[in-house]
């Protein structure tokens, strides 16, 4: 069973940095991990993702801002957000197969 568990939202402004975490517990080793983001009103829409791998791709809309990242030692997955922006606003999750987390709010004043 594969439980995800994600951290490290906040409040930040504009131009502003934030890590998050996705710890992986279960039969997670070597799988494809992405990120997810849902603003007010929208739809669940893709982040990036990080391989097994270790092949790394991203939305356009976070490209050269957000870098995804990995530590097996410790089970973990990050994305690093910077020069963040109010659209960055939402809730982000993190995936693995069917498996989500329970999410992370990030909210990016102007």
């Known amino acids: 069973q594969v439980q995800l568990v994600e951290s490290g939202g906040g409040l930040v402004q504009a131009g502003g940095s934030l890590r998050l975490s996705c710890g992986l517990s279960g039969r997670t080793f070597r799988s494809d991990v992405r990120w997810y983001r849902q603003a007010p009103g929208k739809e669940r829409e893709f982040v990036g993702a990080?391989?097994?791998?270790?092949?790394?791709n991203y939305a356009d809309s976070v490209k050269g801002r957000f870098t995804i990242s990995r530590n097996n030692a410790v089970n973990t997955v990050y994305l690093q957000m910077n020069s963040l922006k109010p659209e960055d606003t939402a809730i982000y999750y993190c995936?693995?197969?069917?498996?989500w987390g329970q999410g992370t709010q990030v909210t990016v004043s102007s």
């Open positions: 995936n693995v197969l069917v498996s």
């Open positions: 990080i391989a097994g791998s270790g092949t790394i």
